[in-house]
């Protein structure tokens, strides 16, 4: 028979003595048993069967329970794993092909290669034949009966002056440019669109697990508080306030629970994904980590002031104005036009319509040179009002884009000051969650010795996840501000490029 020793039940708080004395008490009470009766005592778990050990079968079955629950969680996220896992280049690649705003943004362009052709025929002749044929009948002197006819005719138009020729062939040229911009003013907030999501669903499911690991923590404490309760170690004071503060953390896994969620959505729905209800939603596989980032304010700014899609958008946008002021400004000048018009008659005698006499029917081919003008001499402010307003758009145009290029060098400053302070935070943190580290392997260290409770190893290791925590969030908002920095700074384009040339 295994013997009970009083180790088993031992606790290591010195204000615990009143609950030890207690289980002393009840040690000795089942040894006088186990000496009484006349039954032999269970080999396999040292005790009678008729007294079960309370103490060792709660401890099993807690740890039954943590064990169970550890696995199902592993099983879980191992099977959303390998089912629908993404990493960061997959989520930039399938969005740049699945998009629906990009998807629109090179139909737009398209449209843009078309309506420059259609800028472009002004310089080019036009062209035009007709054939009419038909039968003409009636009774005029020397006609007689009814007869069939056919000929053909052909018109030729050619603009041989006109001032807003040339700009309005360099804004079929500006409108594809700024399509062209355009589409990577998309790619860029698609693709930073598509990194917060995804760095948002990172953080809330390392959030949650934490907060769920810090919960089963005061959970075991709130079990611990009520046994202590129970054995009038304590008052219910301290009961209510273990309860109440593992409580509180339902409400936080919810929320973090209700971001993933939503995190995953925003990724599914930037990603182009089917959005049915049994579709499956990504999961972000990885880790947030710290990414080292050189901050070079003069370098970056200058770089940023080349390569920012919504810039070259608003340069664009002025030199589009201008050319609008020019081609409506062109109603100033005379416009010749080159008329060539041919007639072509296999037969003679044809009556021409509206003639009263056979003088002037066809009587064979011919072609008529033209050439003609118009000038708008006297303006009643047509022209001058309408130049007006496309001259008041161009300086607006101008304006935004001065704003838009001094607000650069400022939005960098304000991402690097907020680097410095992130930075700050992350080191100090480290270093408290080092010190919290050492505290709780410390502090289980003195728990398997006996000289500390469990409820003090607990408590520690709640604060070790509590900094945990503010940790991970320092790292989460680190890399929200590395890909603020690579928005600003107009970095997205290494991933769109190739997409670019393809689409051109």
């Given amino acids: 028979m295994k013997r009970i020793t009083q180790s088993e039940f031992a606790v290591s708080s010195e204000a615990d003595r009143p609950l030890r004395r207690a289980m002393l008490n009840n040690v000795r009470l089942r040894r006088l048993t186990l000496a009484s009766s006349s039954k032999p005592s269970s080999p396999r778990y040292g005790a009678p069967r008729g007294l079960p050990d309370p103490p060792r079968t709660a401890r099993w079955i807690s740890q039954r329970r943590i064990l169970s629950k550890l696995l199902l969680s592993i099983l879980g996220a191992w099977c959303v794993r390998t089912s629908d896992a993404v990493t960061l280049e997959t989520v930039f690649q399938t969005t740049l092909e699945k998009n629906p705003a990009i998807q629109e943004a090179k139909s737009n362009l398209e449209q843009a290669a078309g309506q420059r052709l259609v800028l472009r025929s002004v310089i080019w002749p036009i062209v035009t034949m007709a054939v009419p044929a038909g039968v003409q009948g009636g009774h005029r002197a020397g006609e007689s009966g009814i007869k069939g006819f056919a000929l053909a005719r052909g018109f030729f138009t050619q603009t041989l002056f006109n001032a807003a020729v040339p700009p309005t062939l360099r804004r079929g040229d500006v409108d594809v440019l700024i399509a062209q911009q355009q589409l990577n003013v998309a790619v860029v907030q698609q693709l930073h669109q598509a990194r917060l999501a995804f760095y948002a669903a990172l953080y809330n499911r390392s959030l949650q697990s934490i907060r769920e690991e810090q919960r089963q923590r005061l959970e075991e404490n709130v079990a611990t508080q009520k046994s202590r309760y129970e054995a009038g170690l304590t008052d219910r004071s301290a009961l209510t306030s273990a309860t109440v503060q593992a409580r509180e953390l339902d409400s936080q896994i919810e929320s973090a629970q209700r971001a993933y969620d939503e995190a995953r959505l925003q990724l599914a729905e930037v990603m182009g994904r089917d959005l049915a209800p049994k579709a499956t939603l990504p999961e972000p596989e990885g880790d947030l980590k710290i990414a080292p980032v050189i901050l070079d304010l003069d370098s970056e700014t200058a770089a940023a002031l080349e390569r920012r899609a919504d810039l070259k958008l608003a340069r ?162 680190h890399n929200l501000a590395v890909a603020e920095w690579d928005r600003t700074t107009g970095r997205y384009f290494q991933f769109s490029e190739d997409t670019a040339q393809n689409v051109h």
Wanted: glycine residues 8%; charged residues 25%; neutral net charge.
């Fill in 316 to 477: 664009l946008l002025i030199r589009a104005a201008n050319e609008d002021q020019l081609i409506i400004e062109a109603g100033y000048y005379p416009a010749a036009v080159g008329n060539v018009t041919g007639d072509y008659i296999p037969v003679t005698g044809i009556h021409r319509a509206g003639s009263t006499s056979k003088t002037q029917d066809f009587i064979s081919s011919e072609i008529v040179e033209r050439a003609g003008y118009t000038w708008h001499v006297i303006d009643n402010g047509k022209v001058g009002g309408a130049s007006l307003r496309a001259r008041a758009t161009r300086e607006v145009n101008e304006l935004t884009c001065r704003k838009l290029e001094a607000s650069v060098r400022r939005e960098l400053l304000g991402i690097a000051n907020n680097f410095k302070a992130i930075e700050r935070r992350e080191r100090s943190l480290a270093a408290a969650e080092a010190a919290a580290q050492e505290s709780a392997r410390v502090v289980q260290q003195n728990v398997a010795q006996g000289l500390v409770s469990q409820l003090e190893y607990r408590l520690t290791q709640n604060g070790w996840l509590e900094t945990r925590s503010g940790l991970l969030d320092a790292i989460y908002q």
